[in-house]
């Protein structure tokens, strides 16, 4: 089954920084690649998601790209701000939706 | 995106109790799904409700402990049987709408405390 990897598991960042994910999967068949928000306390928040036909995609301050020969997919955010404080999910679905372990993302004001 | 609740929000069990959660969405889907968060960790899929059929289960989990009910497009419920502490975490499901998007959101968890 496919087997996802996170990194890092946590990360600081002065408020205006980038921020990045980093995932890699295992499965050469996966096609989408989610990522969710979870927020303390909070459901698991769709943020933004990519397709394997596609290598890149932003919204807003949100980008996802995806490197499916190396079997990776990245998340950036810009200028963060300190409401995205919270947990980041990265996924891949075969057949089923598959999370890595998670990366906890602090912004420091 | 589709509203989906679930009841009860939280609860505090005794060992060797059961618990039944509910998932409720307000539009149909094809597809529901039920998860275990344990404390600080990330999502692990239970299983797939099927509507009609029983429920297909990830390794690692099996209907005895964790009977699954698909009733109608909107509607499933998770029991947790004969409870121990190990069974503590939140509970949450999430659905997957009609298309083949194979988006899926979640509901807003079920927060299990057992003693």
């Known amino acids: 089954g496919e087997n996802v990897e996170q990194h890092p598991s946590t990360l600081s960042v002065q408020e205006g920084d980038s921020a990045v994910i980093k995932c890699t999967y295992s499965?050469?068949?996966?096609?989408?690649f989610p990522w969710y928000k979870q927020e303390l306390g909070k459901r698991p928040q769709l943020i933004i998601d990519?397709?394997?036909?596609?290598g890149e995609k932003k919204d807003q301050r949100i980008a996802v790209t995806l490197n499916k020969t190396a079997k990776h997919f990245s998340l950036h955010i810009t200028e963060t701000q300190p409401e995205d404080s919270a947990v980041y999910f990265c996924?891949?679905?075969?057949?089923?939706?598959?999370f890595g372990a998670g990366t906890t993302v602090t912004v420091r004001a | 995106s589709a509203v989906i609740s679930q009841k009860p929000s939280r609860d505090i069990c005794q060992r060797g109790t059961s618990l039944t959660i509910q998932c409720q969405v307000d539009?149909?889907?094809?597809?529901m799904f039920w998860y275990r968060q344990q404390p600080g960790q990330s999502l692990t899929l239970i299983a797939t409700?099927?509507?009609?059929?029983?429920?297909?289960?990830e390794s690692g989990f099996v209907i005895d402990k964790f009977p699954i009910s698909r009733p109608n497009l909107t509607f499933s419920t998770l029991t947790v049987s004969n409870m121990s502490p190990e069974d503590s975490s939140i509970y949450l499901c999430?659905?997957?709408?009609?298309?083949?998007?194979?988006?899926?959101?979640f509901g807003p968890g079920t927060r299990l405390l057992v003693l």
């Open positions: 996924a891949a679905v075969d057949y089923k939706l598959s």
């Open positions: 990519i397709r394997s036909n596609v």
């Open positions: 999430s659905v997957e709408r009609a298309g083949g998007e194979e988006t899926q959101y």
């Open positions: 539009s149909q889907v094809t597809m």
């Open positions: 499965d050469s068949a996966s096609n989408y």
């Open positions: 409700a099927n509507q009609g059929s029983e429920a297909t289960y």
